[in-house]
């Protein structure tokens, strides 16, 4: 979706990803190589001017080498640094003042298991958890022996009201732009984006401190590209941060259609040095995230689609992945609509209608 943005402006990609069959394969300068490779990453970024990443989980050592001969590197690998780990996210937010929920890093299992006294609590993984995995629920003493094993952080169980993300932009002069805030609603077994609304359906002053939260953390940061700043709204009326990632953000598609710029444009007009563009909102919009079905691995298949793009305001995005297994993401849909209550109901028809199978299963 960066790429197809980017074709607008004459840019000119070069893609590295370790899946030789990656969606984006196809396309020029197609490069398959493991992103955590130091030799992999030097090798591909010594022939680019400009380079950025849409995954956290990268070597930090090639992107700072890159960085020191000259290379533009956004998002800048120190705050990559900080970022690839929760544990020194969560250090950041707690030497810098932002509110977020209280937690105790922890080394190993044992670690975990001799802080009863801090139960209910959210136990989650330092590195390389995503999407749900790598975090876990622990509310008594019996779960403890589930604990991670690894270095990781055991934070307080937050009574959420509502999960909303800002995705704020800063390009290298220090302009700063954010997007209105979004609503995400969370599958309950993949832990992952269900679907969300935008603009989040919440006060003006927590929409006013959510935008001015998104945009101090990316100041405090120095950083150039666009952050996705995740939030808590407390059953008591705070607001908490949650977690960084940055890069273009599932809780960001539907500007694509739903705002005047798109994530993708504001990217790239970030890490080029352009004015920021405009993020109002065009009409209300809903993203519902196209997940694999349960039971089903194998070649994809799509089924209701020709009933869904019937319904006026859906836009449809496959991202042309071969193999679908359960809860994978082939693809999401976004609904424009004036209405906020036609909107959710044509959410829950496109989730509802909407299914990727495989041809033949063989789970
Ligand atoms: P991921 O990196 O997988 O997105 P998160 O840290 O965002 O991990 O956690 C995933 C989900 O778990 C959150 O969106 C939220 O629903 C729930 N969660 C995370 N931390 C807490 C917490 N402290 N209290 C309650 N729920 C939490």
Request: hydrophobic share 40%; glycine share 8%; charged share 25%.
């Amino acid at each position: 979706m960066l790429i197809q943005k980017g074709l607008d402006w004459n840019i000119p990609f070069s893609i590295l990803d370790p899946d030789p069959d990656a969606p984006c394969s196809a396309m020029m300068g197609f490069t398959a190589g493991k992103l955590t490779d130091f030799d992999a990453v030097m090798k591909f970024g010594e022939g680019c001017d400009i380079i950025t990443v849409e995954i956290e989980n990268v070597s930090i050592r090639a992107l700072t080498q890159l960085e020191s001969q000259g290379k533009k590197v956004f998002p800048q690998p120190r705050v990559l640094d900080i970022i690839q780990d929760k544990r020194t996210q969560k250090k950041f937010f707690k030497d810098n003042g932002f509110p977020t929920a209280d937690f105790i890093l922890t080394a190993n299992q044992e670690d975990v298991m001799r802080q009863s006294d801090f139960l209910p609590a959210v136990n989650k993984l330092g590195r390389e958890g995503y999407d749900g995995r790598g975090v876990q629920i622990l509310r008594s003493k019996a779960d403890l022996s589930r604990a991670f094993d690894a270095p990781g952080l055991l934070e307080k169980l937050v009574d959420i009201d509502k999960e909303i993300s800002v995705i704020v932009a800063r390009n290298e002069q220090g302009e700063v732009k954010a997007f209105p805030p979004v609503e995400m609603v969370f599958h309950p077994e993949a832990n992952l984006v269900d679907y969300l609304f935008s603009p989040a359906q919440i006060s003006a002053q927590l929409h006013e401190r959510a935008v001015s939260m998104a945009s101090e953390v990316i100041v405090t940061l120095k950083m150039v590209g666009i952050l996705a700043v995740e939030m808590f709204v407390t059953r008591s009326g705070g607001i908490l941060v949650n977690e960084l990632a940055p890069r273009p953000h599932n809780s960001g598609h539907q500007t694509i259609e739903g705002n005047v710029t798109s994530q993708y444009e504001q990217h790239l007009r970030a890490i080029l040095n352009l004015p920021l563009g405009d993020t109002a909102i065009n009409q209300p919009s809903a993203m519902v995230n196209l997940l694999g079905e349960e039971g089903h691995t194998g070649e994809a298949r799509y089924l209701g689609l020709e009933t869904i793009l019937a319904v006026p305001g859906v836009y449809v995005h496959l991202y042309g992945k071969k193999l679908t297994k359960p809860y994978r993401k082939m693809g999401h849909v976004t609904i424009v609509d004036a209405d906020m209550e036609s909107l959710r109901k044509k959410a829950n028809f496109v989730k509802s209608t909407l299914k990727v199978i495989a041809w033949e299963s063989h789970s």
